[in-house]
Every structure is written in structure tokens, then in C-alpha cells.
């Protein structure tokens, strides 16, 4: 069966997975945050590592602060596990011990713009070179055709039933969600003309940034240009409450205008994680 040049049965084939994925989010309850973080220093770490030859996404960054930012709020690193169907429904929520982004991409698949979701695992201890080879490993033109999309090409080939049934399979088992959601999902639409924007993931907690740009700020009573990125922050309010997203944007907000490569930094141990939570109560 063919496909004219403005989207046929092919096309439709290839956003089965998106479908699937929009139709099994719709019972989120996604409520939207935003602040503004001054980049200045994650665009001179940036700048100094082009001299070394090395290259560093935004988005890179992001996952590096998010990381150490959930391993802090475990409440966030979660999900809604559905329990028995109808009235004698009794969900729950699932913490994970790891934080995984699930990263979305804009990715040709037979010749055509698609999204694709990549897993990046592991971000609570990762470094941001780690990071940064994860993201590379998903950056080439053939990207759709890697064994970590095997699933999403299957789901384009099954008929829509089949699909949906396999696709909600596949997510039934809670414990299972790391590994096909992630935790927290990540989209960045920095390379164009948008400051800003907010999408459901399908996590207790998605991530959306935007373009970095010149904007005025004051420091010590003057008025400067400094470079700011406009981040998003959806939440599922079923998982967690808006003082808790309200937190964690906080976290990240404070953890990226303060960035750390990481060589003095390390996973905050109970310790570190109780005084946190004594700041937030005296507030």
C-alpha cells in the first residue's frame, strides 16, 4: 500500500507508537510549571570544554542536574500503578531507586520526521560525559534502526488491536516501567524559536526546554544581559502534590545556575537528603 507526499497509510503506521502512548496517558493529571535558569555558568563549562575538543549538549546538562535532583526527591521518581479495573480500583505509587529520562527525539524513520523515545539510565551517578555518550549514540540519521527501537518498529508493523494490546502489556508490570518510560521524561525544543512548552511524558514528572537567548537580569543593582532557558515542568498531580513539583523545579533551577561537573559532586546520602527536607519544612 502506498503513500501520497502528504501523509498516508505508511505515515500513520510509523505514529502507531505515539498513538498508543497518547491514548494510555490520557488518565494523567498533568499540571504545569515553569522558571527561568541563568545558564551562565553551563554555557562557560560549555565554552571551555569546545577548547579541549570535547562537546556537551544543553540537554546533557539537564539530565546530569535531574539526576542528582531526583536521587533528593524520591517522591518524584515514581508513577501511578494501576490497580484492579472499575470500582474496585485501588491504585498506587511506585517509587524507583534509579532515575532513567526518557528522552524524546525528533528522528527520521523511513524518510520521515517521527518521534522516538530513548532511555538514558542511570543519571543519580552518571557523569555528564556518560551522559553526553549516551545522547551521541541516538544523535545519527539511523538512529530509528538500533536495537532499543526494536519494539516501536514492531508496534508500526502489528495491526492496530494487536498493537494497542501489546502496548498495554508491555506497561501492565509496574516494575517494568524504568525500562520502557523511564522515570522522568526530558524534551528539549532549544534548537528553534521556543522559549517555552510543556508535554506529559507519562512520568510522574516531564521536563521541556527551550531555546537559550539573551535576556535582561539585575545583579548587585545593575542591570545585565545574561543567557536564559526557560524550563517546564509537568507533573502528574495522582503522584505527587504541586508544593513537592514546586521543590523539585526549585532543585533543578538552583542545581543548573550552580552546575557542578561533577568531579567534587557525588549522590547526597541520607544525611544531606533529611537537611533538605528540614529547609522545606521551616518554609
Same mark, same amino acid.
Given at each position: 500500500?502506498?503513500?501520497?507526499?502528504?501523509?498516508?497509510?505508511?505515515? =500513520?503506521?510509523?505514529?502507531?507508537?505515539?498513538?498508543?502512548?497518547?491514548?494510555?496517558?490520557?488518565?494523567?493529571?498533568?499540571?504545569?510549571?515553569?522558571?527561568?535558569?541563568?545558564?551562565?555558568?553551563?554555557?562557560?563549562?560549555?565554552?571551555?570544554?569546545?577548547?579541549?575538543?570535547?562537546?556537551?549538549?544543553?540537554?546533557?546538562?539537564?539530565?546530569?542536574?535531574?539526576?542528582?535532583?531526583?536521587?533528593?526527591?524520591?517522591?518524584?521518581?515514581?508513577?501511578?500503578?494501576?490497580?484492579?479495573?472499575?470500582?474496585?480500583?485501588?491504585?498506587?505509587?511506585?517509587?524507583?531507586?534509579?532515575?532513567?529520562?526518557?528522552?524524546?527525539?525528533?528522528?527520521?524513520?523511513? /524518510?520521515?520526521?517521527?518521534?522516538?523515545?530513548?532511555?538514558?539510565? /542511570?543519571?543519580?551517578?552518571?557523569?555528564?560525559?556518560?551522559?553526553?555518550?549516551?545522547?551521541?549514540?541516538?544523535? /545519527?540519521?539511523?538512529?530509528?534502526?538500533?536495537?532499543?527501537?526494536?519494539?516501536?518498529?514492531?508496534?508500526?508493523?502489528?495491526?492496530?488491536?494487536? /498493537?494497542?494490546?501489546?502496548?498495554?502489556?508491555?506497561?501492565?508490570?509496574?516494575?517494568?516501567?524504568?525500562?520502557?518510560?523511564?522515570?522522568?521524561?526530558?524534551?528539549?525544543?532549544?534548537?528553534?524559536?521556543?522559549?517555552?512548552?510543556?508535554?506529559?511524558?507519562?512520568?510522574?514528572?516531564?521536563?521541556?526546554?527551550?531555546?537559550? =537567548?539573551?535576556?535582561?537580569?539585575?545583579?548587585?543593582?545593575?542591570? =545585565?544581559?545574561?543567557?536564559?532557558?526557560?524550563?517546564?515542568?509537568?507533573?502528574?498531580?495522582?503522584?505527587?502534590?504541586?508544593?513537592?513539583?514546586?521543590?523539585?523545579?526549585?532543585?533543578?533551577?538552583?542545581?543548573?545556575?550552580?552546575?557542578?561537573?561533577?568531579?567534587?559532586?557525588?549522590?547526597?546520602?541520607?544525611? =544531606?537528603?533529611?537537611?533538605?527536607?528540614?529547609?522545606?519544612?521551616?518554609?
Amino acid at each position: 500500500m502506498s503513500t501520497d507526499s502528504g501523509g498516508g497509510p505508511r505515515t =500513520v503506521r510509523r505514529r502507531r507508537h505515539t498513538l498508543y502512548f497518547l491514548e494510555w496517558a490520557a488518565d494523567q493529571r498533568p499540571v504545569h510549571l515553569d522558571t527561568d535558569i541563568d545558564m551562565t555558568r553551563i554555557q562557560e563549562h560549555r565554552a571551555a570544554a569546545r577548547e579541549r575538543g570535547e562537546r556537551h549538549s544543553v540537554v546533557s546538562y539537564l539530565l546530569h542536574s535531574a539526576g542528582r535532583v531526583f536521587a533528593r526527591h524520591p517522591e518524584a521518581n515514581a508513577v501511578m500503578a494501576p490497580g484492579w479495573p472499575g470500582f474496585l480500583r485501588r491504585p498506587r505509587v511506585m517509587r524507583f531507586g534509579s532515575v532513567t529520562a526518557k528522552l524524546a527525539l525528533d528522528r527520521p524513520v523511513d /524518510g520521515e520526521r517521527s518521534v522516538l523515545s530513548a532511555l538514558v539510565p /542511570g543519571l543519580e551517578s552518571a557523569s555528564l560525559a556518560e551522559i553526553q555518550e549516551r545522547v551521541e549514540r541516538y544523535r /545519527g540519521d539511523q538512529a530509528a534502526d538500533l536495537p532499543e527501537f526494536k519494539g516501536v518498529r514492531m508496534l508500526g508493523r502489528l495491526p492496530a488491536p494487536l /498493537g494497542r494490546l501489546a502496548f498495554g502489556a508491555a506497561l501492565r508490570d509496574p516494575g517494568k516501567r524504568p525500562g520502557i518510560l523511564g522515570t522522568v521524561s526530558v524534551s528539549s525544543l532549544g534548537h528553534r524559536t521556543v522559549d517555552g512548552f510543556h508535554s506529559a511524558g507519562g512520568t510522574a514528572v516531564t521536563l521541556c526546554a527551550g531555546r537559550i =537567548v539573551d535576556r535582561a537580569v539585575v545583579r548587585d543593582g545593575r542591570v =545585565v544581559p545574561a543567557p536564559m532557558m526557560r524550563l517546564g515542568l509537568t507533573f502528574d498531580h495522582r503522584v505527587i502534590d504541586g508544593a513537592t513539583a514546586a521543590d523539585v523545579l526549585s532543585a533543578l533551577h538552583q542545581t543548573m545556575e550552580d552546575f557542578d561537573d561533577g568531579s567534587r559532586e557525588t549522590v547526597p546520602g541520607p544525611d =544531606v537528603r533529611r537537611a533538605d527536607s528540614d529547609l522545606r519544612t521551616r518554609r
